[in-house]
């Protein structure tokens, strides 16, 4: 596979992507290509509300295209696993402006 500098270390690893429309999607990452584009398995989207928890909407087998990835993460899973994202509070992220 060729794509994005440092993706292929990030393979069969849990990542967190942002978009350009600021969704946040989690998954573990399962391929990419020459464009960026990237496929996530047992992924879910995390939705922030400043009134409520973060809602986890799950996706399952989900791509992304390459375009549409503003930043993607390596997630410390072990951390992860530690937040109370039902009490955790945040705005909502703005779509990235070009």
Not at 28 to 54: C, M, P, W
Not at 71 to 94: Q, T, W, Y
Request: negative net charge; aromatic residues 4%.
């Amino acid at each position: 596979m060729s794509g994005g500098p440092g993706l292929e270390s990030l393979v069969d690893q849990t990542i967190s992507v942002i978009t350009n429309d600021g969704r946040n999607i989690v998954g573990v990452l399962k391929g990419f290509d020459q464009a960026t584009n990237i496929i996530l398995d047992e992924s879910h989207e995390r939705v922030y509300s400043t009134k409520e928890g973060v809602q986890q909407l799950v996706l399952g087998l989900y791509i992304i295209r390459g375009d549409n990835i503003s930043v993607v993460g390596e997630l410390d899973e072990d951390l992860d696993a530690h937040l109370d994202l039902s009490k955790l509070r945040a705005h909502p992220l703005k779509p990235v402006i070009h």
